[in-house]
Structure formats: structure tokens, C-alpha cells
């Protein structure tokens, strides 16, 4: 281990927050054969920790585990449930610290934005510890003469979540605390990159005094710990942030047991900047929708669509702006650090060479970074035609893409030409094409002229192939609830 990861370890104050076992059943466990899987630091590639590879058969036990603990935590009065809750969020702010260190070192990102991650994750613990206590919805008079008639939410069961690496705090807290507080028990994955952080949040959740059963994160290959989930009928709802073609396979994997289901998969983000915008907001805005976790971030601005009258202002200033991004380590705060993979790398190379291929211009990087194989220069092309690569598929790195439009129609039009629709950011001063723009655009979510929409009160979630069904807010909670309706005759 390098010295820089070390110091970092040596960093974290709290050391049971590192945790290299699966959380089951209120006990940390190893696999039973020894297995185990290496996490290292996307930075430095140094060895940060083996961590338990479970089978097919001790992830089924973490079904049956959250199965017996079911009826006790679902039984428990909303305001016991929220309490627990609440001490979890106080738990996750009395540790930000380490629990964004940890961050750091597994997944990379800049220490801001793993700080800033913590507080995002935290926000929806606090949130859903508020909304426990209040499950309620609108009720319905009596259409029969003599009946009474009443709705009730009533929590699904056990429910099973699928994290990805990006995010590897908030998309687990996104989904966790809202199934929780509707008083769902669950089983976790947390990607296998990036287990520590969802550990960690174990390890705090069993302090907060979560009951055993209740909460259980499983280590493991995916494709030997999720089948036994999909198949089990007693898992009754499955929520997955990741690609949209593992979203696919675990849609059709839960058609058998009928299981309600939460995705929220893949985004390919347009930018769209009229004449008249404020530029300068709007370079500063593009730039952090794109370069924000080293652009892997399922709402990073994919593609960048700018009014032709601006368009060469537009480029040179926000060829300038990246050009002045720093590219380092996450422990020395940069503002893009490395991508996961060697696959993320790879994608990079070949989205800049296809669009180079097809005509588009080079105005900054194009190339691995120097730091190390995992960084890639943060990169700007111009003039890129529709048909590139990049314009029809994720990037998920830190390279962007600007082509010049006409008109409103055209640039609608070309805008929701995509399966995805997860976010589209507009730029625009005009209050009445900001309305037709809004309306116009096929996403989930529209920004207008900022960058920054999430957080813990707002219905998080896309259209498309983007995903089904939405997190955060009183709907994220209700995901994980069925309606029962009684119709009563007292006879
Ligand atoms: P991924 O390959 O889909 O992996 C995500 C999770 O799925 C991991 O826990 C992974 O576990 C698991 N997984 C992989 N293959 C599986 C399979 N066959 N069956 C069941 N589970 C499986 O995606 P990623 O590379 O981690 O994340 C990048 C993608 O996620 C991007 O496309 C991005 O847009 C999307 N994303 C979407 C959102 C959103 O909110 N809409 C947020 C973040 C990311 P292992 O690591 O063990 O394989």
C-alpha cells in the first residue's frame, strides 16, 4: 500500500468502521469457504482490503434472515422505527469524516465531493426517520350505502436493493432508509468495487440499534448473490441503481415472483443553451454537470447542444474552464480524480476517437492523464455530429461533447432522440420557452438553469429506458408499500 492510502487509513479515527465481512442477521460474517474478492484504490491500484465473497446459499440465508425479522420490525410503532432511523443519521454525521475517507479511498472521488456525498446519503435517513412516523394517504368516501370504505399502506416485505459504485453511500441510503421506515426489512449488494462504504453504514446501522435481521448488506460476485434474490419469493420488491442492461436482467429475473420493482438505470443527459442565456452561468453550470465524480454520474451532461450566435463564445470559454480543471488524488482534493475502471478508460478512448473518426474537433485533452492508468484528461470536443458514439450512449467519464443548433424544434427533437430519460438541463432566460422546453423534453427531470436538482424531498427518477418508478419523497416510501383497501358492512 502506497503512503498516501495509508496516511489516509491512518486517518480514519474510527477503525470497526472498516469492515471486510457480509452484514447478516445482526452478525458479521465470512464466507463459509474463505472466499474473498480484493477492493483496491482506483487512484493508486494499491490492495485496500479482501472482503467476503459469499455463496449462492449464505445469500438466501440473508433472505430468511430479513423474512423472521419482518413481522417484528413491521410491527414496531412508526415513531420506534423513526427513533432508530434518526440515530442512524446522527451516527452518519458524528462520522462524516471517516465514512467520506473511506469513500476516498475505495471509489476515488475528489474529498469534497465525498463529504458532500456523506451529507447527501445522511439527508435521506433524517428524511425517511421523518416520514416513518406518517405512511398516510388521501382516504375515500363510501360509493356503497351502509359500507365503510378505507385505504391502508402496509409495507411490501423484504426488500432487496442493488447499489453501484458511483454513489456508493446515498444510492444505498436512498433506497434503505425509505424501505426501512415503511417498515420493509432488507437485503443489500453493494457493488463490488465499492463495498466499504455500505459496511461501514452496517456497522453505524447496528450502533443505532437496527434489530438483527432487519438490515443486511451481502458481499459478493453479483452473479452469485443477487440470482437467489430475484428468484425467492419472499424477496417482494427489488430497487437497482446501475446500467440499464443489468436493470434488463433483473426485470426479467423478477417477472417470475411478480416482485414490484425500482430501477433507475442509465442517463444520457442533454445540455441545451439558447442565445439570450446568461454564458457565463451557463459554462460554470455545464461544467459542473459534467465533470462533477469525474463525469460518472448517471446525470453528468452527456451531450451539449448550444445556439449557433453563441456557439463559439460557449466553446472557447468552456474549453478555458476545463482546461483549468485540476486532475489529482481524492485525498488531495482535486476537482476530477480517477475513473473506476480500466473499462471506464477504455470508453473514454474510444468515445473521443469515434467522434475525432466522424469528423469532430479536439479543443482539450483526448488522453490518459499522467497521475496513473486510471486518470483521463479532461476533454472537450467541438463540432461533434450526431451520429458519434457519444452522442448516442453514456460516457460516464470526463469527456464532452458540443455541437451548435437552429432552433427550438430542432434541438427537441434531437434532445429526446435516445432511449434514455433521466435529466435534461436547459439554459434560457425566456420564461415562456423555458415553459415549451420543459414540457417538450422526454426526462424524468428537467434542470433550468442550474445543475444541482437532487436531494433527499424531491421524486428522483427517469422515463425510458432510465428506469421505472421514483426515489426520495413520500413516493420513494410508497414504492415499498402495498394499498389495501377494505370495504366494511357492520352487518
Ligand atoms: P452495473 O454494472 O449495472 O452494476 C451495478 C450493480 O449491479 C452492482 O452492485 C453490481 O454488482 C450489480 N450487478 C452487475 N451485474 C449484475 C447481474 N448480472 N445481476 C445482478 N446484479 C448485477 O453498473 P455500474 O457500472 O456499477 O454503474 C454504472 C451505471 O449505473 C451507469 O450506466 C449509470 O448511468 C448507472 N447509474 C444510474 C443511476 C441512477 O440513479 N439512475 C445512478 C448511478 C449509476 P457487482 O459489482 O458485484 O458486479
Known amino acids: 500500500m502506497s503512503e498516501t492510502a495509508l496516511s489516509a487509513r491512518r486517518d480514519i479515527t474510527d477503525k470497526r468502521l472498516l469492515r471486510s465481512f457480509s452484514y447478516i442477521d445482526g452478525k458479521w460474517c465470512a464466507a463459509t469457504s474463505g472466499a474473498t474478492f480484493e477492493v483496491s484504490d482506483p487512484a493508486s491500484g494499491d490492495f485496500l482490503a479482501d472482503v467476503a465473497s459469499l455463496s449462492a446459499e449464505e445469500s438466501?440465508?440473508?433472505?430468511?434472515?430479513?423474512?423472521?425479522?419482518?413481522?417484528?420490525?413491521?410491527?414496531?410503532?412508526?415513531?420506534?422505527?423513526?427513533a432508530i432511523l434518526r440515530r442512524w443519521f446522527d451516527l452518519m454525521i458524528e462520522h462524516r469524516e471517516d465514512l467520506a475517507r473511506i469513500m476516498v479511498l475505495e471509489q476515488g472521488k475528489p474529498l469534497t465531493e465525498a463529504r458532500g456525498e456523506i451529507d447527501y446519503a445522511a439527508a435521506f435517513v433524517e428524511y425517511y426517520a421523518e416520514e416513518a412516523k406518517r405512511p398516510n394517504i388521501e382516504g375515500v368516501t363510501s360509493h356503497l350505502p351502509d359500507a365503510e370504505v378505507e385505504l391502508?399502506?402496509?409495507?411490501?416485505?423484504?426488500?432487496?436493493?442493488?447499489?453501484?459504485?458511483n454513489f456508493p453511500a446515498a444510492m444505498l441510503t436512498r433506497k434503505a432508509a425509505a424501505a426501512?421506515?415503511?417498515?420493509?426489512?432488507?437485503?443489500?449488494?453493494?457493488?463490488?468495487?465499492?463495498?466499504?462504504?455500505?459496511?461501514?453504514?452496517?456497522?453505524?446501522?447496528?450502533?443505532?440499534?437496527?434489530?438483527?435481521?432487519?438490515?443486511?448488506?451481502?458481499t459478493g460476485r453479483a452473479s452469485t448473490v443477487v440470482p437467489p434474490w430475484t428468484s425467492s419469493a419472499q424477496v417482494r420488491a427489488l430497487s437497482f441503481t446501475g446500467s440499464t442492461e443489468v436493470g434488463r436482467i433483473l426485470y426479467r429475473d423478477s417477472a417470475a415472483s411478480i416482485k414490484k420493482l425500482v430501477l433507475e438505470l442509465g442517463g444520457h443527459a442533454p445540455v441545451i443553451v439558447f442565445k439570450g442565456a446568461d454564458l457565463d452561468a451557463a459554462v460554470a453550470e455545464t461544467l459542473k454537470a459534467k465533470f462533477a465524480t469525474s463525469g460518472q454520474?448517471?446525470?453528468?451532461?452527456?451531450?451539449?447542444?448550444?445556439?449557433?450566435?453563441?456557439?463559439?463564445?460557449?466553446?472557447?470559454?468552456?474549453?478555458?474552464?476545463?482546461?483549468?480543471?485540476?486532475?489529482?488524488?481524492?485525498?488531495?482534493?482535486?476537482?476530477?480524480?480517477?475513473l473506476m475502471n480500466e473499462n471506464a478508460v477504455l470508453k473514454q478512448e474510444a468515445h473521443v476517437a469515434d467522434a475525432l473518426d466522424k469528423g469532430a474537433?479536439?479543443?482539450?485533452?483526448?488522453?490518459?492523464?499522467?497521475?496513473?492508468?486510471?486518470?483521463?484528461?479532461?476533454?472537450?470536443?467541438?463540432?461533434?455530429?450526431?451520429?458519434?458514439?457519444?452522442?448516442?450512449?453514456?460516457?460516464?467519464?470526463?469527456?464532452?461533447?458540443?455541437?451548435?443548433?437552429?432552433?427550438?424544434?430542432?434541438?427537441?427533437?434531437?434532445a429526446n432522440a435516445t432511449e434514455y430519460g433521466l435529466v435534461a438541463y436547459v439554459h434560457s432566460l425566456d420564461p415562456r420557452r423555458i415553459y415549451r422546453v420543459s414540457r417538450a423534453l422526454n426526462f424524468g427531470m428537467v434542470a433550468v438553469n442550474r445543475t444541482k436538482v437532487t436531494g433527499a424531498p424531491i421524486p428522483f427518477g427517469g422515463t425510458k429506458q432510465s428506469g421505472l418508478g421514483r426515489e426520495g419523497a413520500r413516493l420513494g416510501m410508497q414504492e415499498f408499500m402495498e394499498l389495501k383497501y377494505v370495504c366494511r358492512d357492520w352487518g
Open 297 to 338: 454520474d448517471c446525470l453528468g451532461a452527456n451531450r451539449i447542444y448550444v445556439e449557433r450566435p453563441i456557439y463559439a463564445e460557449f466553446c472557447t470559454k468552456f474549453t478555458e474552464a476545463t482546461r483549468a480543471l485540476r486532475v489529482g488524488r481524492g485525498m488531495d482534493d482535486p476537482d476530477i480524480g480517477p
Open 60 to 82: 438466501a440465508a440473508a433472505v430468511d434472515a430479513a423474512q423472521a425479522a419482518f413481522a417484528g420490525w413491521a410491527g414496531l410503532l412508526p415513531q420506534e422505527r423513526s
Open 180 to 218: 426501512l421506515a415503511a417498515g420493509c426489512t432488507v437485503v443489500a449488494h453493494p457493488a463490488s468495487e465499492t463495498p466499504l462504504s455500505a459496511l461501514a453504514l452496517a456497522e453505524l446501522a447496528e450502533r443505532a440499534g437496527m434489530p438483527a435481521g432487519v438490515f443486511n448488506v451481502v
Open 152 to 165: 391502508w399502506l402496509e409495507p411490501v416485505g423484504v426488500v432487496a436493493l442493488i447499489t453501484p459504485w
Open 361 to 414: 474537433t479536439l479543443a482539450c485533452g483526448g488522453k490518459r492523464h499522467a497521475l496513473g492508468p486510471l486518470f483521463y484528461q479532461p476533454t472537450v470536443l467541438t463540432d461533434v455530429p450526431d451520429t458519434a458514439l457519444i452522442m448516442r450512449e453514456e460516457t460516464f467519464g470526463p469527456v464532452a461533447p458540443i455541437t451548435a443548433f437552429d432552433s427550438e424544434e430542432e434541438v427537441i427533437a434531437r
